[in-house]
């Protein structure tokens, strides 16, 4: 099964300003000398206080097929500069064209919960490879995280119900239309409607009818009966094309005309309306009518917020199509994913720690070489540490809150955790196999009831522990104090 969203080489998906800082780098000389770099995002999306991490399949797919085609390099040749000269030396066209990845590449697995500043991915090596990697880990990780914590929102919400996801036809283009489809899966949907997502990565596909189908026909009774004849396996009525309660009548009566040649009505869609009120009708009309069975399905700009308003007026709703507003992130468009430089050294030297400072705070990074631990208590999530793993942790740490250096918790030697940053390439070589989708969508489900039930609720949930280990707030403070001291000398 091909599982990739591309099947040839994708080194020009990025952005220019990585080539020229690459050219940079080689010309400069310093191509060899390494860097460590980090990604992570500063703010939770929908008002909630994590994110899931999805992508890395796709970012392991990129950088095993990373290498400068010749045609990829002969466009690169044709760009020019201000004054109309080439913007690359063929001798850095001759090395890019060479360029073998040669980096350690740490991530955190697809289907884990992280934190704000908790580093999903860490690359460590040649500076130039590791920044040419910005751009498309960003690109390969920021959406479909995104989607992926929006899908597991909607399914907590769902409480249960089924959860199919109908975005093709509002997505963002092919690309994120397919990424949409698998971050959905693994963050909870049970199904597409989306066909080629189901065909590359195995997702079980859904769909029966659309309103074009009922209108096609003379009257909505032959309408359905032609369909319950041609897909009697598979027979889901739209009920809401003219008057939703009079189609529910109408879709009874083809269910007992399917009951006489040994098949079911499967169910029924709401797709307009009073979803609460046309459902809780629907679902007495079905009953008193012997079909208790069948399966009421409604869709219409739903999301988490809408589902749980409609569970908490008792809709009788089994399964929940959910399209526009799961795969476009309709109300957070974007994760504010980042990667930043926190760590360089010349060959055979110490490591240099890094860090940028600004006038927003939030955007002031973390210097050093970063590892994140999870700690547990009673079976059950207790907090994350941020920390150098050249660290010895032994006697236990402290955890300090990077937005508030005097709130912090103290976690002992003996608390049991596991670090969240797995190997997943040494020095250019693969050393970690994807699972299975389904095994990624387990550990979705796994590590949202690993935590306390107040820090994931949907509306106001409680802040969970993540704070730097206590040598690393104190590396960071003395940097920043530093670059202070530099910035009002240089004035």
């Keep these: 099964m091909n599982t990739s969203l591309h099947d040839a080489s994708d080194s020009l998906l990025t952005d220019l300003y990585q080539l020229t800082m690459a050219y940079g780098f080689w010309k400069s000389g310093l191509a060899d000398h390494e860097g460590v770099f980090h990604l992570f995002f500063r ?11 999805c992508g890395l399949e796709n970012v392991i797919r990129y950088i095993d097929a990373l290498r400068f085609e010749p045609e990829e390099l002969a466009y690169l040749e044709t760009l020019k500069g201000n004054d109309d000269n080439p913007l690359f030396e063929p001798d850095f066209l001759a090395y890019l064209g060479k360029l073998a990845f040669a980096c350690n590449l740490d991530a955190i697995p697809e289907g884990t919960i992280v934190f704000p500043l908790e580093p999903m991915i860490r690359v460590q090596g040649p500076i130039i490879q590791c920044q040419l990697l910005e751009t498309p880990l960003l690109n390969l990780m920021n959406f479909p995280s995104l989607i992926a914590t929006k899908a597991a929102r909607i399914c907590r919400a769902a409480a249960g119900d089924s959860v199919l996801e109908f975005g093709l036809r509002r997505a963002q283009g092919v690309d994120g239309a397919l990424t949409a489809s698998r971050a959905a899966y693994i963050g909870g949907c049970d199904a597409t409607s989306n066909v080629l997502a189901g065909k590359r ?25 032609t369909y ?8 889901v009525l739209l009920v809401d094309t003219y008057s939703t309660i009079a189609g529910v009548g109408k879709a009874i009566q083809i269910g007992k005309e399917l009951a ?22 629907a679902r007495e009309l079905l009953d008193n009518n012997g079909f208790a069975d069948a399966r009421i399905v409604a869709s219409n700009d739903l999301d988490e917020t809408s589902i749980r308003d409609l569970k908490a007026r008792q809709a009788a709703i089994d399964i929940w199509g959910v399209g526009t507003r799961l795969v476009t ?23 240099e720690y890094k860090i940028k400072v600004s006038e927003q705070s ?12 999870r700690y547990y208590r009673d079976s059950l999530y207790d907090g994350d540490v941020i920390y150098d793993p050249k660290t010895d942790m032994r006697a236990g740490c402290t955890l300090i809150d990077p937005s508030n250096p005097d709130r912090r918790k103290k976690i002992g030697p003996d608390t049991p955790y596991r670090d969240l ?12 196999e994807p699972p299975p989708l389904q095994e990624i969508r387990q550990q979705v489900q796994k ?37 202070g001291l530099e910035k009002t000398e240089a004035k």
């Design 43 to 53: 703010r939770a999306p929908f008002g909630g206080n994590h994110t899931l991490s």
């Design 201 to 225: 990565f195995g997702i079980p596909v859904r769909g029966t009818i659309a309103h074009s189908w009922v209108m096609a026909f003379a009257d909505e009774t032959q309408a359905f009966r």
């Design 228 to 235: 319950s004849q041609v897909m009697p396996n598979n027979c």
């Design 260 to 281: 006489t040649k040994g098949y079911k009505l499967a169910g029924i869609r709401l797709d307009s309306g009073d979803l609460a009120d046309l459902s809780k009708k």
């Design 329 to 351: 992130a309709f109300d957070q468009p974007a994760l504010d994913g980042v990667y930043k430089l926190a760590a360089v050294r010349s060959p055979g030297q110490d490591w």
């Design 362 to 373: 939030a955007k002031a990074t973390t210097p050093g070489i970063q590892q994140v631990r």
């Design 421 to 432: 940053l797995i190997p997943i390439y040494r020095q250019g070589k693969r050393v970690y």
């Design 447 to 483: 590590e949202i009831t690993s935590f306390p039930l107040p820090v994931m609720r949907l509306v106001d949930p409680r802040a969970y522990p993540v704070g730097h280990e206590q040598s690393l707030h104190e590396l960071k403070t003395e940097l920043t104090r530093r670059t």
